[in-house]
């Protein structure tokens, strides 16, 4: 078996700017540790990305490690996204094109989704969490998904999409947009919901799919939104997923031409 990290896919990307007020932990993207590799058949989608990057006039033994894909960021109240000039809870794409603001919904078309588990680390510890592929794993190294246990795992799933250029987006960030397709620009990229976001994103990607009847995810839009969530004193900005209704056939030829 061929083995990816998706640390290595994103060239550790940095954590996914999904933080809370109060200096709350932000929801992070996982770091590759002991068990956080995401294991794919050699023979299926490894072996497609291998031909379709030698099509483009690459050679050797290319993999999907090898690619970089741009990432989705909520802005946090407090990062440094902020600094930077970006609007709290604002989507963000590649940490360089304001998207959309708060409460706007960005459509995307969800192309796949992959789930792990990763370790819950106590807020101020300074070492990086372990990630896991499956229960059995997890729980072969002493960890557990049961609520209040001390070596707690929660889940998170790495969520690839194709995202619809919104209108009025300034021209100096079309060329994130690589995509064309009936006079709208579509870029492929990866958000990692984790935490509060697992449920809003994740569950209902996987809610989707298990009605939809052997349709793939990707026969349907999506509305992605920033929310401004509040629990007691702490208040987050986080993501909603909902669906948007099933794209027609055009559409979806050019989107399984893409994914």
């Keep these: 078996m061929s083995k990816t990290s998706f640390a290595e896919l994103n060239d550790k990307a940095d954590n996914v700017d999904d933080g809370k007020t109060k200096e709350a932990p932000t929801e992070a993207t996982p770091v590759e540790t ?105 729980e072969a190294a002493g960890f557990s998904t049961e609520w209040g246990s001390p070596n707690l795992c929660r889940p998170m799933a790495h969520i690839t999409m194709l995202i619809e250029a919104p209108e009025g987006m300034d021209e100096k960030h079309e060329e994130l947009f690589p995509y064309e397709f009936n006079d709208k620009l579509y870029a492929m990229a990866m958000f990692t919901a984790s935490k509060s976001a697992y449920k809003t994103m994740a569950k209902e990607i996987a809610t989707y799919a298990a009605f939809a009847q052997g349709s793939g995810v990707w026969t349907t839009a999506w509305n992605l939104t920033s929310k401004l969530r509040t629990e007691g004193d702490v208040s987050w900005f986080g993501p909603t997923l909902k669906r948007a209704g099933r794209i027609d056939s055009e559409l979806l030829s050019f989107v399984e031409g893409v994914k």
Excluded: C
């Design 34 to 138: 002991g068990g956080a590799l995401v294991e794919q058949d050699a023979g299926g989608e490894l072996s497609m990305t291998n031909q379709q990057l030698h099509e483009a006039g690459l050679a050797g033994d290319w993999t999907q490690s090898d690619v970089n894909l741009p990432r989705v960021n909520l802005v946090a109240k407090t990062s440094q996204l902020v600094d930077e000039g970006f609007t709290p809870g604002a989507i963000v794409l590649n940490k360089e094109a304001e998207l959309v603001l708060k409460d706007t919904p960005l459509t995307v078309i969800v192309l796949n989704a992959i789930k792990q588990y990763q370790e819950d680390v106590p807020w101020g510890e300074d070492r990086a969490p372990r990630v896991f592929n499956s229960e059995d794993e997890l």
